[in-house]
Every structure is written in C-alpha cells, then in structure tokens.
C-alpha cells in the first residue's frame, strides 16, 4: 500500500512540476540588471526584454539593482525564489570576476542556474575631447607626461571597464585614478562632460558617442577592427598588439529553478537573438551574436565555469 501511495505522491509531484511549467509565466519577469540604467548592460537587457516578452507573452521588467561591481544585483538574484520569475543579467566581471574580488556570501556557478549566452563586444579606449591626442601612441604619451593618473571611469571594482583599465595599466605601465559609477551610463555622461579622463568602456557603450564627435576613440582591443565601428583601429594597428579584451554576457536563474522553467527563457533569448530588428539594434552598437553552438543553458555554464577557470583572462 506505501509504494502505491508514494508513487501516486511522486506523480503529483512531477505533474505539480509540469503544471507550473505549463502556466509559465502566468505574470510579469523581473531582469535584475546589477548596473545604473543607461549604460551598455541595461541597453541590451531592455532590448532582450522587448523581443522575449513576444515570446513569453509577459512583460519582463528590468529592474536596476547596483553597487558593488555589479555583485549587489547578482546577490539580489541569487537570493530571489527559484521560479523563474527573477532572472540576473551580468558578465565577465559580474559573474567570473566579482568571485575572485568579493566575499559574495554566493557561488556563481553553485547558486545560479545559467540559462544563456548573450552577444560580446571587445572594449573601446576612449577620452574626453579636451584630451590633446589624436592617435593610441600619441594617448599613451600624454598619460606618460603626466604629473599625476589620468581619471579613469568604471562600473566599481570588479566590473567590466575596471578589469579593462587594469588591464591597460598591465599592458602599458601606466597608473589610472579610477573613479566608480554605478553603471558605464553616468560614467560616459562625465566624460562627454569632461569630468573625467578617459574609460577602456563596452564598445556598445561609446559607439553611439563616438559617432557623434563628444568624446574621442583610439582603439578597440581586438585583432580586428568593429564592422560598425570602422573607423577605430584595433589595438594591433594602434600600437598595443595583443591587448584584447572581449566581454560576454549572459542571463541567470537561481539553483533550483525547474530545469523546464529555464528551458522557456532560454528559448525567448534565442528567439530574441535570432530575430533579424534584434540583431540589427545590437550589431549596430557593435555586439557580436554568441555562437550558434553556444545557446544551450549547458553551454553558457560551461563557458563561464572555463572563465572562471582561467581567471578571466
Ligand atoms: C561594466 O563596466 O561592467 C559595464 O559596462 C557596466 C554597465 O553595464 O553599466
């Protein structure tokens, strides 16, 4: 009799399961994006955001929660149900990064379920116009010739235009003054303002003001230039050969979120991504798709574990 009536609790179990699978979502998802509103990680979220709703047929708010190089948000996340109904976007910094910087009181492989790959984009070396270069070496010159550090926004220690800017420093010997925002939007508004120096930024970042002649660009740190950037040379033309930096996204679950509830907004992001407006919107800021081998759940999880591994780098 105990076998029957175990099985029968085990079957109501699973149906439980699927039934809240089935009604999946039955209301609003919120995106916790770890970053001020207006820089390149809410851009994309909110992008996402519009073509997933389609799919899903439930609005997904974005909801920025930062400080902290993004681990804030992430902690915000984690700590959320496992329903599918808070979803963390971040990064290279934010989820390979942040481990290595912070006592997170989380695992960012243990505690989240991955759910998918977003697009990359290398970074962009960029100043304010007052700054007198108009070349990579003729930058690296003025930043030599300095009495004392160039002022260098980031998104806090830890985040994506911080380990870029270390990363420059590495490769150049040269010291910044780094000043933190809560996101690579307010920062990017001070340096059009000429309140600060210089960010080694997200190209998705500055492209746009770029464009328009408010701050300067020197390079992007890739091997090749960005399609919708031709104009800037790549570091290897400009001097820094073999500075390169790209910088992923992804989005996020808590452990535990039913594997059928990722499997649904992992399907809306690849919808999203292959939905020719969406690609067009991001590859014009200069984001390139994830591989196509690289949309799984599995995928991202594996990726973020080899980063993880290899520190970042
Ligand atoms: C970063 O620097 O980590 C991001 O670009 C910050 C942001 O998305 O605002």
Redesign the pocket.
């Known amino acids: 009799m105990r076998r029957a009536v175990l099985a029968v609790f085990i079957a109501m179990l699973a149906f439980g399961g699927n039934a809240r699978a089935n009604n999946f979502p039955s209301h609003p998802i919120t995106i916790i994006v770890p ?2 509103a207006g ?4 851009a994309m979220a909110r992008i996402l955001a519009e073509r997933m709703r389609v799919t899903l047929g439930e609005t997904l708010v974005i909801e920025n929660v930062t400080g902290a190089g ?1 681990s804030i948000g992430v902690g915000r996340a984690v700590r959320s149900p496992p329903d599918g109904y808070t979803v963390s976007f971040g ?1 290279l ?2 989820h390979v990064a942040n481990g290595a910087i912070y006592k997170l009181g989380y695992d960012l492989m243990a505690d989240l379920e991955p759910v998918a790959l977003l697009p990359s984009n290398p970074m962009i070396i960029v100043s304010k116009n007052a700054v007198p270069a108009k070349s990579l070496k003729e930058l690296l010159d003025w930043l030599k010739a300095r009495p004392a550090p160039a002022t260098a926004g ?2 806090g220690a830890g ?4 380990i870029a800017g270390l990363y420059f420093e590495s490769v150049t010997g040269i010291k910044l003054q780094y000043v933190p925002y809560r ?3 307010p920062a990017m508004n001070d340096l059009v303002a000429g309140q600060i120096d210089l960010i080694v ?2 190209t998705s ?1 500055s492209i746009t003001q770029v464009r328009a002649g408010t701050i300067r660009a020197y390079a992007v740190t890739d091997s090749k230039r960005v399609a919708s950037a031709p104009d800037v040379p790549s570091t290897d033309e400009a001097g820094l050969p073999g500075f390169h930096m790209t910088l992923w996204s992804g989005l996020w679950v808590p452990k535990d979120t039913p594997k059928d509830i990722v499997e649904k907004l992992n399907a809306a992001a690849v919808e999203a991504l292959n939905d020719p407006a969406v690609r067009k919107q991001l590859e014009n800021l200069g984001l390139q798709m994830p591989p196509k081998d690289q949309l799984s759940p599995a995928a991202l999880g594996a990726w973020q574990k080899a980063e993880i591994a290899n520190g970042g780098r």
């Open positions: 970053f001020a820089g390149p990680s809410d993004g990064h910094g934010t980031s998104a985040s994506g235009s911080h996101g690579t939007g930024d997200q970042n």
